[in-house]
């Protein structure tokens, strides 16, 4: 798959914008 080789791009939408409640 050449889609693998493809680095993964980090989260722009939740990216220090509020504080993750992923936890709750």
């Known amino acids: 798959d050449p889609r693998r080789a493809e680095p993964k791009k980090p ?3 939740g990216a220090r914008r509020k504080p993750q ?3 709750r």
């Open 11 to 13: 989260n722009r939408r």
């Open 21 to 23: 409640k992923s936890y």
